[in-house]
């Protein structure tokens, strides 16, 4: 059974930082791309950062470049987010996911099969 679990998610303040980490079972990580993204209440999903197939060229979306890491560690199947000076928009449920293409990056939510259940971040003072 291919499954992905997030776990990391906290309340924080803001300039705070927090690392998330997802884990896969039934699939190995570093054969695929990985994406993180984020829903916050009333909007949509969106996309913050994916790493290609192999840990290579990581890709963030511009409202958290320089702020978010993503990496990935092969040993334990594991992808992770670092996600410093947190701000309070930043808040939502933060999810990992599996994209398609498994030799392509995509911040597009339309693009992946295995989706985490999400681990909620809360931004506030």
């Known amino acids: 059974q291919l499954q992905l679990v997030e776990s990391g998610g906290d309340l924080v303040q803001p300039g705070g930082s927090l690392r998330l980490s997802c884990a896969a079972s039934?699939?190995?990580?570093?054969?695929?791309?990985i994406g993180w993204f984020r829903q916050a209440p009333g909007k949509e999903r969106g996309g913050v950062s994916c790493?290609?197939?192999?840990?290579?060229?990581?890709i963030p979306a511009d409202s958290v470049k320089g702020r978010f890491t993503i990496s990935s560690d092969n040993a334990k199947n594991t992808v992770y987010l670092q996600m410093n000076s947190l701000k309070p928009e930043d808040t939502a449920i933060y999810y990992c996911?599996?994209?398609?293409?498994?030799?392509?990056?995509?911040?597009?939510?339309?693009?992946?099969?295995?989706w985490g259940q999400g681990t909620q971040v809360t931004v506030s003072s």
């Open positions: 996911a599996r994209v398609k293409e498994r030799d392509a990056c995509s911040l597009g939510p339309n693009d992946v099969d295995v």
């Open positions: 790493i290609r197939r192999g840990g290579a060229t990581p």
């Open positions: 039934g699939f190995t990580l570093n054969d695929n791309a």
